[in-house]
């Protein structure tokens, strides 16, 4: 499993907002797709996905949160995802 957080894109960033998810919940994406867009020091930026799987969302759009905060998982296979999904 694969967790996401809102990375570090500049050297004097304090919040960063989750702007949008490219990637729908329980999609299956795969190394180097786009999943989200942040905004950080005005300028927004598509974060691409490191690994192959299934993606769940841990957070909303709009969430404007600290470097290093959790927002989601990719999981391994699709059964995990709905485990940690809850059977959805």
Request: proline share 5%.
């Amino acid at each position: 499993m694969e967790v996401l957080i809102l990375p570090k894109t500049g050297m004097y960033e304090d919040d960063i907002v989750l702007v949008e998810w490219l990637a729908d919940e329980g999609s299956q994406v795969r190394a180097g797709d786009p999943i989200f867009v942040i905004e950080s020091e005005k300028v927004e930026m598509e974060i691409e996905a490191d690994v192959d799987g299934w993606i769940h969302h841990e957070a909303e759009p709009g969430l404007e949160a600290p470097i290093g905060t959790r927002i989601g998982v990719i999981s391994e296979t699709e059964d995990e995802h709905r485990a940690i999904a809850g059977g959805t």
